[in-house]
């Protein structure tokens, strides 16, 4: 069974860095496309961007370029999105999320990790 | 990067009824390479349509999708209870960003 199993919610303080973390299993991890969607409380789906474990390569859309890291750890069957400087409006539930090809549609999600950022 | 937009916002029906929802690109989407998830309140998207017209496994048959070039449909034929949730079309066709629509409510009226 594929699945994906995302880390806890995280509350964290302006200015703090965070990594959080998705866990694939039931599949090959390094044949895949990883994707992350933002989803602003109350708001819609946003692609931040994808990687393949296989080779790490990493895509970003433009409006998140710059503002977070994607990575992922093969040998762990892990992928990563990280904040180095947070900031409130990156409060937000975040979805991991699988697909086959860079140019494909996602057919399996994580549960989703709500990330609070606030003073 | 292609921008797509969902009609109706939000859109009102019984069970039972037809609905119609719309996802129009601003440009040609190459290879109908447009896909439809649902979303419940407090759990991840789901996938519905893939390939503009092709159902997910375990995908019930009533719901469809159709389009070609800017202009697709998703249309679910006869409601049931647990259809009432947010839908939403995504592009995949172009390099990245693979963009979303900003959403349908369905809602039960």
């Known amino acids: 069974e594929v699945q994906l199993v995302q880390s806890g919610a995280e509350v964290k303080k302006p200015g703090e860095s965070l990594k959080i973390s998705c866990k694939g299993s039931?599949?090959?991890?390094?044949?895949?496309?990883i994707g992350w969607v933002r989803q602003m409380p109350g708001k819609g789906l946003e692609w931040m961007g994808i990687?393949?474990?296989?080779?790490?390569?990493?895509r970003y859309s433009p409006s998140f370029q710059g503002q977070v890291t994607i990575s992922a750890d093969k040998s762990i069957s892990t992928a990563y999105l990280q904040w180095s400087s947070l900031k409130a409006s990156d409060t937000a539930m975040y979805y991991c999320?699988?697909?086959?090809?860079?140019?494909?549609?996602?057919?399996?999600w994580g549960q989703g990790t709500l990330v609070t950022v606030s003073s | 990067e292609i921008v797509l937009t969902q009609s109706p916002g939000t859109l009102s029906l019984s069970p039972g009824e037809r609905a119609t929802l719309s996802c129009r690109a601003s440009?040609?989407?190459?290879?109908?390479?447009l896909a439809w998830y649902q979303q419940k309140p407090g759990q991840a998207p789901r996938l519905l349509i893939y390939?503009?017209?092709s159902r997910a496994t375990g995908i019930p048959d009533r719901f469809s999708g159709s389009g070609s070039g800017t202009d697709f449909t998703l249309t679910i034929s006869r409601l049931e209870p647990e259809d009432f949730a947010v839908y939403y079309c995504q592009q995949y066709g172009s390099s990245p960003p693979n963009t979303f629509g900003q959403g349908t409510k369905l809602e039960i009226k």
């Open positions: 990687i393949y474990p296989g080779d790490s390569d990493t």
């Open positions: 999320a699988r697909q086959r090809g860079s140019r494909y549609y996602f057919d399996y």
């Open positions: 039931g599949y090959s991890f390094t044949s895949y496309w």
């Open positions: 440009q040609s989407v190459s290879s109908s390479y």
């Open positions: 390939g503009a017209s």
